[in-house]
């Protein structure tokens, strides 16, 4: 299903959308302010910031009368080695403003995270020739720090068994600069 990204006015009742690349995904997050609803929120993307196609689709009632409501979204065959445009559809209240990520060509990251998912603890190994000291920041996909940065030497065991069902970045930076990260996803 096609759209044009002129075909209606964009809604200001989409509120924090953001989307980044890790590793081959592209994970999206986006709030609906309070008391806007919808029926069926559809995710769709672009490669030419034009015509947009729904890549995916939430289904049910969206947002709420009475509290802003959060989700999350994951593009798991985005389009490579260029960038993406990605918007949210709320039918008749028509497109959320477009967010864009220029999505890298497909390659191998020497960050290995493991087991993912996690339950109670994961580890998170780095290629040795990398260097020795990193450093370690958690988020959860709307920002919010699950763990401080902190100073670590690879492997590093990292506990998971107070953190709620969800997915969540891991960003590693190496002391020349070099930022690598990847996803974790928790469940209970």
């Not at 995904?25 to 015509?51: E, H, L, P, W």
């Not at 040795?128 to 401080?148: A, C, P, R």
Request: glycine share 6%; with cysteine.
């Amino acid at each position: 299903m096609s759209f044009s990204l002129h075909a209606k006015a964009q809604v200001n009742s989409i509120v924090n959308f953001y989307a980044t690349q890790i590793n081959k995904i592209v994970y999206m997050s986006f709030t609906i302010k309070q008391g806007n609803t919808c029926a069926d929120t559809q995710i769709q993307r672009s490669a030419d910031s034009i015509t947009f196609n729904t890549i995916g689709i939430i289904p049910g009632i969206c947002g709420s009368i009475t509290t802003d409501e959060s989700y999350s979204f994951s593009d798991s065959l985005p389009l490579y080695g260029q960038i993406n445009y990605y918007r949210i559809y709320l039918g008749n209240q028509g497109s959320s403003y477009v967010v864009k990520v220029e999505v890298s060509p497909l390659s191998e990251l020497p960050l290995i995270v493991y087991p993912n998912p996690s339950s109670d603890f994961t580890t998170v190994q780095l290629d040795q020739s990398l260097g020795k000291n990193y450093q370690i920041t958690v988020f959860d996909l709307f920002g919010k720090k699950m763990i401080e940065p902190a100073r670590f030497f690879s492997p590093y065991f990292l506990s998971t068994h107070q953190w709620v069902s969800g997915n969540y970045i891991i960003q590693v930076s190496s002391e020349d600069g070099l930022i690598l990260k990847s996803n974790l996803s928790v469940v209970r």
